[in-house]
């Protein structure tokens, strides 16, 4: 393979034409100039020059080698300069949430692509247990969790908190315990954590979810208020979550006496470098969620 170094000499000598000019050119000794030349000639078992004092002509192999050497050093530049390149709205970024920041989160960055045509977003909603084995696998840049990672490979920071409520049918007014035991529970993924968080700091009757009839269950995100607004049943999901159910007018969102709130992570992992898009879309979601 040929020193991309000493072609680089070659060319340069062939372009200025003078060995000292050369040398000056290219911060190297005049006798560095013609020891690069002179290995060029050795590898490639050839004369690329025909010395004729402190002048030279090109044989017909340091023509050829100058006119592809030349091209392969520009090529090579640009591969470098492209490779280095980080256009901070240019590329793919994979993102992982729980579906409730991402019933938020998702359509604001698509608002972010479309200014920016060329930043291409990959979203995935996934469980805390999903999303932090994908950021210790690297197969996603940045994930939010609702928990924070055990994983020594995972750097997870506090950026933001979202409400937890209570949804029940439209009639429902007012909840105390009795009227939670008379609607049942609408299960979901986490409806059991929720509900732990929730229900225990505002009632004392409570010990955990199973205590409620069972009355459904769904794990997708956008239909878990869907058997509410049946008026079947009550359920607790964050706010972002019922916020986002379409039929608004069917469900009450119920703010109870003692306010909890679940935090939320933003989680890397520490082995990944953060290119310049991810530094943007990072500041853009922290902005848009605090």
């Known amino acids: 393979m040929i020193n991309q170094t000493w072609l680089h000499t070659f060319c340069t000598l062939v372009d200025v034409g003078h060995f000292t000019l050369t040398a000056q050119r290219l911060y190297m000794t005049q006798s560095g100039v013609s020891q690069h030349v002179k290995k060029l000639e050795s590898q490639l078992s050839t004369e690329l020059l025909l010395r004729e004092g402190k002048s030279f002509t090109l044989t017909e192999a340091g023509i050829k080698l100058y006119q592809q050497g030349q091209a392969l050093l520009i090529s090579l530049n640009k591969l470098e300069q ?96 009795p009227i939670l035991m008379q ?37 997708q995100i956008s239909l878990i208020c869907e058997p509410i607004s049946y008026g079947i049943g009550f359920t607790i999901l964050p706010l972002y979550a019922a916020h986002s159910f379409s039929k608004q007018s069917k ?12 935090s939320i992570y933003l989680s890397f992992c520490n082995k990944s470098i953060i290119n310049e898009r991810t530094k943007f879309i990072t500041s853009s979601i922290k902005d848009y969620l605090t």
């Open 251 to 262: 469900i009450r969102i119920h703010t109870l006496s003692v306010p909890v709130y679940e």
């Open 82 to 177: 492209e490779i280095k390149k980080d256009d901070k709205y240019k590329g793919r970024i994979k993102i992982q949430s729980p579906g409730s920041i991402g019933l938020k989160l998702y359509p604001y960055l698509l608002t972010l692509q479309k200014k920016h045509p060329d930043l291409i977003i990959d979203y995935t909603f996934a469980p805390n247990t999903t999303i932090e084995k994908s950021l210790i696998e690297q197969q996603c840049h940045l994930g939010l969790m609702t928990d924070i990672s055990k994983s020594a490979s995972v750097n997870s920071k506090e950026i933001s908190v979202e409400p937890l409520v209570l949804i029940t049918p439209i009639d429902i007014i007012h909840v105390d315990w």
């Open 183 to 219: 609607l049942g529970f609408i299960s979901h993924p986490d409806a059991s954590h929720h509900g732990q968080l929730l229900l225990s700091k505002n009632f004392v009757e409570f010990d955990h979810v199973n205590q409620f009839m069972h009355k459904g269950f769904s794990n």
